[in-house]
């Protein structure tokens, strides 16, 4: 699994983690959500220049993975405006260069500007990387798949009958798949549900442990309400439907395609 970061102190957690437990890789950055973390810090500068170190450190010793959360959510400006969010996007852009990293992205309701920022330093961020939890258009895919990224598809991706005409114009290559834990979870409202129930071979069902109230959780048990790890597995029964292959065909791309973006340790 990969272990997000979304700010300076939640990498550091990440990173912990990821050296700890031999199956955890983490990434490093700051979520648009948090830009402000670093505005008001105090001392941006040096924010940033932390940031890098703790990225670096794990880039050497095997436990960061790609350089990321970052990027802008017009959705969400409450967390932080557009102008601060774009001001640490091209900072922490700065130093993906550096770190020569996969990039792992977040875009909601910002494209031409995202684009606009990212799509010239192409040049200086050979290793590409992700874009996660991906809601725009076949356009906007395309247009980025064009450049050599690759698209994230969770529950979050999957909501909408335009959502699901995407997915099935993403080339194979280029799919990753993830759940976001502990959000962007199938909901019984999403379009990707409907499909799943019209699923009639069992190799193409998912079959998730039971969900229990957190209030009685017990070991093997997912926590209801909460997106789980194990979940990506309805994720992968809707994006095989979509693609008309086996659940077992798209496994074995999607995990190609993390390997050679991520570096994970194949024999795993």
């Known amino acids: 699994m990969l272990v997000t970061g979304s700010n300076l102190s939640e990498s550091s957690n990440a990173v ?4 700890q437990r031999r199956l955890l890789y983490a990434t490093v950055g700051v979520h648009p959500c948090h830009a402000l973390d670093i505005h008001k810090s105090g001392n941006p500068e040096n924010y940033l220049t932390n940031l890098e170190k703790l990225a670096l450190k794990g880039k ?4 960061v993975r790609a350089f990321g959360e970052i990027g802008m959510d017009y959705a969400r400006l409450h967390y932080a405006p557009a102008d601060i ?3 640490y996007f091209i900072a922490q852009l700065d130093i993906a260069e550096r770190l020569e990293l996969p990039l792992f992205l977040h875009s909601r309701d910002c494209a031409d500007d995202f684009a606009d ?3 010239p330093r192409l040049p200086k961020l050979p290793r590409r990387g992700v874009v996660h939890s991906f809601t725009g258009t076949v356009d906007e895919m395309l247009l980025l798949v064009s450049h050599g990224f690759s698209i994230g598809i969770n529950g979050c991706s999957l909501k909408t009958e335009e959502n699901l005409e995407v997915v099935k114009a993403i080339p194979l290559d280029k799919i990753l798949l993830e759940t976001d834990a502990p959000w962007c979870e199938i909901r019984p409202t999403h379009a990707s549900t ?4 019209s699923l009639t071979s069992p190799e193409m069902i998912p079959d998730l442990p039971t969900a229990l109230k957190k209030e009685k959780f017990r070991k093997g048990s997912m926590v209801k309400g909460r997106c789980e790890p194990c979940a990506i597995s309805m994720v ?3 994006v095989a439907a979509l693609k008309s292959i086996s659940v077992g065909e798209l496994c074995d791309i999607v995990w190609k395609n993390s390997v ?3 570096g994970f340790d194949e024999h795993l």
């Open 117 to 119: 920022i990212l799509i």
């Open 194 to 197: 409907k499909l799943l129930r």
């Open 260 to 262: 050679e973006m991520f």
């Open 16 to 19: 912990l983690l990821a050296e």
């Open 85 to 87: 969010q774009k001001k």
């Open 236 to 238: 992968a029964a809707v």
């Open 60 to 63: 050497n010793e095997g436990t």
